[in-house]
Each structure stands twice: as structure tokens, then as C-alpha cells.
């Protein structure tokens, strides 16, 4: 990955990782936890490019659809 687009996935990570925390009262921890068992961050990175023309919105309703399906297979 390019130096540019790393610095632009990490920063639109970080965005919305504090969106989703915000949207789900959890704090930075708990967060990292929810990361390790559903891999935010990586779900983030993977579609940066159609995330990033979403909008913030559309792209912590997609996180709490893959969050859900996934927990239904845990």
C-alpha cells in the first residue's frame, strides 16, 4: 500500500472508530475488544474505496450489519 493511501485509510479508521464507539457508548477498550472478535479496522481498510464516497452514516450502518451476522455466528 502507498504511503498516501495508508495515511488516508488510517485516518478515515480512526473517523469512524470514533463514530462507532460514539454511536455504541463504548469506550477505546471495549472498542479494541469488539475489533479482535469482528475485525473493524479491517473491514474498513478492505473497503475504503466505496466507504470513503458513502458518507459516515451509511458506513457504521454496514459495521453493525457485519457486527450482527457475525454474532449470529458466534
Known amino acids: 500500500m502507498e504511503y498516501r493511501r495508508f495515511n488516508e485509510v488510517a485516518y478515515f479508521q480512526i473517523g469512524i472508530a470514533r463514530k462507532y464507539m460514539q454511536r455504541h457508548n463504548l469506550t477505546p477498550i471495549q472498542f479494541v475488544e469488539r475489533d479482535k472478535l469482528y475485525n473493524i479496522l ?19 450502518d454496514e459495521l453493525d450489519e457485519i457486527v450482527a451476522e457475525q454474532q449470529g455466528n458466534h
Open 42 to 60: 479491517r473491514f474498513i481498510e478492505i473497503g475504503y474505496e466505496p466507504f470513503h464516497l458513502t458518507g459516515d452514516e451509511g458506513v457504521l
